[in-house]
């Protein structure tokens, strides 16, 4: 082992290293996957950039020789079991047995290599958790790690952002972008999404996120103005009182019941480029399918009745949404606390003419085969 820092340090010295690797991680479980270090210049002093690959991040650290050397003694074997020193003329690699037994490996190379000194700029990810506001909203720790007990629940909004670019990137959305978060919560959702859109892809918002209780609106707007936020608000207000005036992107997720129409209803009004809703407990249907006593080989079956009534409730919203010029499609989301549905219906707003009547149609040999009266979201948007 002290041969290999001698080596490691003897490039430092000699300004031969290229670039450094760790990994194999010592423990199977440790979110710290691998290192890379490269020697950078920043304002003429020669400092070695550490660029830890975590498992959802990556984050860049820069130090000077001395504290690499010390910080290398500490992360081998400890934390990693390889390490992979690359120089101008030959590679050295020390392997640490599970026994802890180090093997150091040489190799010339042919070619001479260069060093690149230039400063990499860190990579902006979707999600950053050392942006403070995660830790004021109980994700992470003040260094920025994410709490162990919230691991789960950083993963579920880290899906929710990489499906929502997916879905906003391609609509090259120009000036203030408008936005509402209907049922937001504790907020994780609106954070991530603001995150997202102005750190990720550089667009101006005004994001309301809008939640019904009180003190959570006051906490929440408390932790937008300290971190310094610019275009995010918690408005106090039901989803079915809150109708603006602009919107571009509409979000509810997990709105329950009739509230999820409530806010479709509301996004269509406002004409709304895009809506993205998570539904929640169906209720509405399936108690008019229970009412009517029309039942089926499947419907008989307590169980197949309620998934049924889900299907058919967010179908005909989706058809909804066709009827009133949107592109609907349905996919599979991650699971959220609280609740196991785990699907997306998303609609995008077009400008090719819809078929109201082939899709009215749709809809109402839907009721009439399950014994429906009426979809709440009918009502509200007065389909005729």
Request: hydrophobic share 40%; glycine share 4%.
């Amino acid at each position: 082992m002290d041969r290999y820092f001698d080596r490691v340090a003897e490039a430092i010295e000699q300004s031969t290293l290229v670039k450094m690797t760790l990994s194999k991680p010592s423990q199977k479980r440790d979110d710290l996957r691998n290192i890379y270090i490269k020697p950078v210049l920043i304002k003429e002093q020669r400092f070695f950039a550490f660029t830890y690959h975590y498992e959802r991040r990556d984050e860049v650290k820069n130090y000077d020789a001395g504290q690499t050397l010390a910080l290398l003694r500490d992360l081998i074997p400890s934390r990693f079991m390889n390490a992979v020193l690359f120089t101008v003329n030959e590679d050295v690699t020390l392997l640490v047995s599970s026994k802890g037994k180090p093997t150091i490996q040489t190799k010339k190379v042919q070619e001479c290599r260069e060093q690149n000194l230039e400063h990499d700029k860190q990579k902006v990810r979707l999600i950053n958790p050392a942006n403070p506001w995660w830790y004021q909203l109980g994700l992470t720790t003040r260094e920025g790690r994410i709490t162990i007990d919230m691991q789960h629940k950083f993963k579920q909004i880290y899906k929710y952002a990489e499906i929502v670019e997916s879905l906003i990137k391609p609509m090259k959305l120009k000036g203030t972008v408008h936005v509402a978060d209907m049922g937001a919560g504790k907020g994780y959702l609106t954070f991530a999404l603001h995150e997202l859109l102005t750190q990720r892809l550089d667009l101006d918002v005004d994001i309301k996120g809008v939640e019904i209780r009180p003190d959570l609106v006051m906490k929440i707007n408390e932790i937008i103005k300290s971190s310094g936020l610019k275009g995010l608000e918690f408005v106090e207000s039901s989803i079915e009182d809150y109708h603006p005036e602009q919107l571009d992107v509409l979000i509810a997720l997990h709105a329950c019941n009739t509230a999820t129409d409530d806010a479709i209803a509301s996004g269509i009004k406002a004409g709304a480029k895009l809506i993205v809703c998570a539904p929640c407990c169906h209720k509405q249907i399936r108690q008019e399918m229970e009412r009517s006593g029309i039942t089926d080989a499947i419907t008989r079956y307590g169980i197949f009745m309620e998934r049924q009534a889900v299907m058919i409730t967010d179908a005909i919203r989706a058809l909804i949404m066709e009827y009133f010029g949107y592109k609907t499609q349905v996919m599979e989301f991650i699971e959220m606390e609280h609740t196991p549905k785990n699907v997306l219906l998303v609609g995008k707003k077009t400008n090719n003419p819809a078929d109201k009547k082939a899709i009215l149609q749709k809809i109402n040999d839907l009721k009439k085969q399950y014994g429906i009266e009426k979809h709440y979201l009918e009502t509200l948007l007065s389909v005729k």
